[in-house]
């Protein structure tokens, strides 16, 4: 049954997120008439087109909602771990990793006031470098457990999951200069890897997805349910 769960979880991850960040999108062109694509073009923030009175209250909610199930998404996945004999850290890695992204949607949308902003700007570097972590930790566990032969699953997942982190790698390498908020960073680049750098943070979620659904599914697993 928990197998169920972190698929149902992990699909969840991927979807809410991104429904919102569409929809939100399209209110933000629709009022202002600015057609862009933010992933190759960079007009546009995430925290611009969600802290807008027209989208704030869209934004806010989908992404409670999304901390929501990623917390029990860690503590399904911490449990399933434990079950099978690896002791991990999910429960703490996976709450920090949402109780920054907390701060930082609390704070959308308050205005005029320099302290806001920082607070804001930490978050999400926090937020950012705890779920580079967390994925890389994941990956780990999971070749662990196949190398060991608890767990059968086809090489091509790990393959998946070495690509998306070499490209939040690239990403995260670009950007780092952004952390230094005396460093004049283009506005435009920057929105640019914020975007493509979240999108890899929940497609991550895809093949996890895919690949619990398949564990569960198949009865000669011989991992413990």
């Not at 802290?51 to 869209?58: A, E, K």
């Not at 493509?196 to 895919?210: A, G």
Request: charged share 15%; proline share 3%; glycine share 4%.
């Amino acid at each position: 049954m928990i197998k169920k769960y972190i698929s149902i979880y992990s699909l969840l991850l991927f979807i809410v997120p991104l429904v919102t960040l569409i929809v939100c999108h399209q209110i933000h062109i629709n009022y202002t008439g600015i057609h862009t694509i933010p992933f190759v073009d960079g007009k546009v923030s995430v925290s611009l087109i969600g802290r807008q009175d027209y989208t704030i209250w869209i934004f806010k909610p989908g992404f409670v909602l999304y901390m929501f199930i990623s917390v029990l998404f860690y503590l399904k996945i911490s449990n399933f771990f434990l079950l099978n004999g690896i002791k991990n850290k999910f429960k703490i890695y996976g709450v920090m990793a949402n109780f920054f992204l907390c701060i930082y949607i609390l704070l959308l949308g308050q205005r005029d006031n320099s302290l806001y902003e920082i607070l804001r700007r930490l978050a999400i570097i926090f937020y950012i470098a705890n779920m580079y972590i967390n994925h890389i930790y994941l990956i780990k566990i999971l070749r662990l457990l196949r190398n060991k032969k608890k767990l059968q699953f086809n090489i091509s997942y790990l393959q998946i999951f070495y690509i998306i982190i070499v490209l939040m790698t690239f990403l995260v390498i670009v950007g780092l200069p952004w952390v230094n908020p005396l460093f004049k960073y283009p506005d435009q680049l920057k929105n640019i890897i914020e975007w493509n750098y979240f999108l890899l943070t929940i497609i991550f979620y895809i093949p996890i997805s895919l690949m619990f659904y398949q564990f569960q599914h198949n009865r000669t697993n011989r991992l413990v349910r």
